[in-house]
């Protein structure tokens, strides 16, 4: 879900929305339980050549908590890329938890600040990617309705989903413990 259609000159969405996905599958993490944003950020960073893979063909790593200030204050993008083909900054924003539409108000001011500050000038205009936990289309639509900077939210997935039918079909966790403890004593 984006508005880069609304954002952006014709061609130059088409090429951003191509560049985005709608969900990123971030298993590669190994990450089994709830995390702070922080964790998924040391947990990316750590894995960086498997997230730019996932993330698609042409990102380049910029920096992590990308320091920007204005005034007397500074703001923090939580991961920063440059897209070689799009020529344009990607801000990325990371949350644990569901798109709340006070975050799409976050991330137009900080890729106004990423324009204003630091783009080159044949670079094309900032794009900024929140990803979450799990968001409302509908929710997010409404969100970057009036946002003038090309803005995508999309989900991302910790672990695979076990399918519905297979649901209460597998054996619990405790339960495959216990056969490996009786057909391998010692491991248990």
Do not use: T, W
């Amino acid at each position: 879900m984006h508005n880069f259609a609304l954002a952006l000159p014709e061609h130059f969405a088409e090429q951003a929305e191509e560049a985005l996905k709608s969900s990123y599958n971030l298993e590669f993490l190994g990450i089994r339980r709830e995390i702070k944003e922080r964790e998924l950020e040391d947990h990316l960073i750590d894995k960086l050549r498997d997230f730019i893979l996932e993330l698609g063909y042409g990102f380049c790593f910029v920096g992590r908590q990308y320091r920007l200030s204005l005034g007397r204050k500074e703001y923090f993008i939580d991961l920063l890329f440059y897209h070689r083909f799009l020529k344009a900054l990607v801000a990325i924003e990371l949350k644990i938890g569901p798109f709340e539409p006070e975050l799409a108000g976050k991330m137009d001011f900080y890729l106004n600040l990423l324009n204003e500050k630091e783009r080159a000038p044949d670079d094309a205009p900032s794009i900024g990617i929140i990803l979450c936990a799990e968001k409302d289309n509908l929710e997010v639509e409404f969100a970057l309705k009036s946002k003038s900077n090309p803005i995508g939210v999309a989900e991302y997935h910790l672990q695979g989903k076990l399918p519905a039918e297979m649901k209460g079909k597998l054996p619990s966790a405790r339960q495959l413990q216990e056969v490996v403890r009786a057909v391998y004593p010692r491991l248990g």
